[in-house]
């Protein structure tokens, strides 16, 4: 299996686009993926220069209904003609954070495509084929990120919390191998191993994705005790984990005090051999 980071916020090197966002081409013995495609078409630049042929992809997958994640699906649609994109029903929503500075910010996905008959919208856990395992409806809230409390749904008229209903984890099986590959992990990395677990109850090899803990917290003490909290539970697993995206640098090294070469950092460019 080889894993592509076509856009995150980093990058290995000036040669490739980076922004906040999230996208990742994964190409398995039988398929070629798209996992989100971050917030433009800048991952296609990063695309072309890795070799990775995004006209090729037989299926993409969003994460979540947030436009760093989502915000490239036009251009996909536009490099690619024939394969779907599954997404939660729920992704189509309205989503909304409210800022540290007071103001509230659309971040949302465009509803210009949401009649594309190829974006296909899917309720709950679903299979794209033996090997190909799609769930949702996380629902457990150890370690949970304070970060998540500044983000809010549309009912009605009414911001309401995001209970992160929209979002989906991809769960590959190749091999011996079991990958796990989640978009920024709102409902908790710790809690979505546990469900993925249901599906391989011989384990989890790999857990790829963001874990939104960029400023969760204002003061630096608290963050960095979250952080080793949630790398303690991390370490329970025998997996190897590669974050990335919402994380963020800085809790990303906080994690990695406590969990050494059990995790590790992907940034666009970056190839992923497994």
């Known amino acids: 299996m080889r894993i592509v980071t076509l856009m995150e916020n980093t990058a290995v090197s000036d040669e490739y686009v980076c922004s906040h966002g999230l996208s990742l081409y994964i190409e398995t013995r039988g398929h070629k993926i798209l996992f989100d495609m971050g917030q433009d078409g800048g991952f296609l630049k990063n695309a072309q220069k890795l070799g990775v042929d995004i006209g090729s992809v037989d299926a993409a997958i969003l994460s979540h209904g947030h436009y760093d994640h989502g915000g490239g699906i036009s251009a996909f649609l536009e490099a690619n003609t024939q394969a779907p994109i599954h997404i939660q029903k729920k992704a189509l929503g309205e989503f909304y954070a409210h800022d540290l500075d007071g103001s509230n910010r659309y971040i949302g ?91 391989a109850p011989s384990g989890i090899d790999y857990a790829i994705g963001g874990m939104h803990l960029m400023k969760a917290y204002s003061d630096s ?33 906080m994690l990695r005090r406590e969990m050494g070469t059990q995790i590790h950092y992907l940034s666009a460019g970056s190839i992923l051999e497994i």
């Open 221 to 253: 003490e608290k963050q960095k005790m979250f952080c080793t909290g949630m790398a303690k539970k991390l370490k329970e697993h025998s997996c190897q984990y590669y974050t990335c995206h919402c994380t963020g640098t800085e809790s990303y090294e």
């Open 109 to 199: 996905l465009s509803p210009e495509w949401k009649e594309n008959p190829r974006v296909i919208a899917h309720t709950g856990d679903y299979k794209l084929d033996a090997g190909i395992q799609i769930f949702a409806g996380v629902t457990g809230r150890e370690c949970y990120s304070p970060a998540n409390d500044r983000l809010f749904a549309s009912m009605n008229g009414h911001h309401i919390p995001d209970l992160f209903m929209h979002e989906q984890n991809l769960l590959l099986k190749e091999g011996s191998r079991i990958i796990l590959i989640a978009g920024c992990a709102h409902n908790g990395m710790v809690n979505i191993l546990k469900k993925a677990e249901t599906f």
